[in-house]
């Protein structure tokens, strides 16, 4: 730290400077992360409460009772049943880790049974809490395989762990049969929707097929949503809900000298802004705005495919979802190749691919911005 501090003037300069050298969502540069650019509203909610702390909620009430009403709609968008209970956490991670420390705190047991193509979070929960992760290959069409996974579940086994919608390839696990067999073996079954859980629920408003994934389900015990992708809040803004409120009792601790008697996330000091801009961002678009807003991802990203395979570009696999992730001799690069032109593109290492995901802020201006420099790129 400098001895004398600099004019306000100057250290805005040089925030300005600093934050040029990045990438941005709103000029459309950012095509491989699985966030996007916070909509307006949750820019504009997120300012109005940047103070808030929901790790001490008696202090801000208002904020605490916007986290009871997200929680509600997730809840309801994700066919929770009366009992169930959820936190707004500050991601997919704290999401992922939760939902272990809960299933081990239940069971006693340790071990977690995941597809390969399960998030690294997973492994961050392994190392904390000793976990013993049996990864289980995936079928040839890069979802769980149903009878690997079934079959890699044995008495130690604590928790199953499916995708709804895979970093990788935005895939959908077959969760329907997996929840079944959780069901009928008394096992509880974690869906990782951190990236779907804001596209499924929309599938058939945008004239796509349902796919099962939530808690109609009867084996699916908790669920995870992450507001900062698809729901458009301001980052970090995760959630977890559990089929049954009363498991969070197991993890709780006291907290004697703050305004709740007990804390049960991982995080301390819970920001109340970007909990603020999901809650604007729910009464701002409703079911409609996210199924137009899902149909539009949705549509891009087919287009985006399509146009893909015109060029004889070879796809991993099709997308399902947004995520649209291609093969190519040297990923490394052709993502150098792409940043020149102003595009940042994801690489998927294992796969020998690049990926994009094709968010709310990947307009289809954009993608042909992109499908015009691609060929010199390749």
């Known amino acids: ?26 000029d459309g540069e950012i095509l491989g992360s699985m966030c996007t650019a916070p ?10 409460f940047l103070e ?7 202090h801000f009430p208002g904020t605490a009772r916007l986290e009871v009403e997200v929680l509600a709609d997730l809840a309801a968008l994700f066919h929770a049943p009366q009992g169930a209970a959820g936190r707004i956490v500050s991601g997919g991670t704290e999401a992922n880790l939760l ?13 977690v049974v995941l597809p390969a193509s399960a998030h690294f979070s997973f492994e961050k929960a392994a190392r904390l809490m000793e976990l013993d992760l049996v990864h289980v290959p995936v079928g040839r069409d890069g979802r769980a395989d149903v009878e690997a996974m079934t079959k890699a579940v044995g008495p130690k086994t604590a928790l199953m ?8 390839l935005g895939l959908v696990d077959p969760i329907e049969p997996l929840a079944w067999f959780c069901q009928e073996n008394k096992l509880r ?11 499924l629920p929309f599938l058939a408003d945008a004239g796509r097929t349902p796919v099962p994934f939530d808690f109609s389900l009867p084996g699916v015990w908790s669920l995870s949503a992450d507001p900062h992708k698809g729901g458009m809040a301001t980052i970090p803004a995760g959630a977890l809900l559990v089929r049954d409120g009363h498991a969070w009792d197991a993890i709780a601790v006291a907290s004697p000298y703050l305004s709740t008697r007990t804390q049960s996330t991982l995080l301390g000091t819970r920001p109340g802004a970007p909990v603020a801009a999901a809650w604007a961002v729910h009464r701002h678009l409703g079911r409609a705005g996210f199924a137009s807003v899902a149909e539009t991802c949705l549509d891009n990203a087919a287009y985006l495919a399509a146009k893909l395979r015109g060029l004889g570009v070879e796809m991993v696999a099709a997308p ?20 020149g032109h102003g595009f940042r593109v994801n690489l998927v290492t294992r796969m ?5 995901v094709v968010n709310p802020h990947v307009s289809r201006a954009t993608l042909d911005r992109f499908l015009k420099a691609l060929p010199a790129c390749l």
């Open 320 to 339: 399902e979802l947004a995520v649209v992730t291609f093969r190519h001799r040297d990923p490394s690069a052709l993502q150098q190749r792409l940043q």
């Open 39 to 48: 909509h307006e509203i949750a820019v504009a909610a997120h300012a109005q």
């Open 352 to 356: 020998g691919a690049v990926r994009i």
């Open 52 to 58: 808030t702390n929901l790790g001490d909620p008696g």
């Open 189 to 199: 079954l974690h869906v990782d929707a951190a990236y779907g859980g804001y596209l």
């Open 161 to 168: 762990v499916a995708v709804a919608g895979t970093t990788e």
């Open 1 to 26: 730290m400098q001895e004398q501090g600099w004019g306000r003037a100057r250290v805005l300069e040089a925030l300005k400077a600093t934050r040029d050298e990045d990438y941005t969502f709103v």
């Open 99 to 111: 939902a272990c420390l809960l299933a081990k705190a239940a069971t006693g047991k340790s071990q």
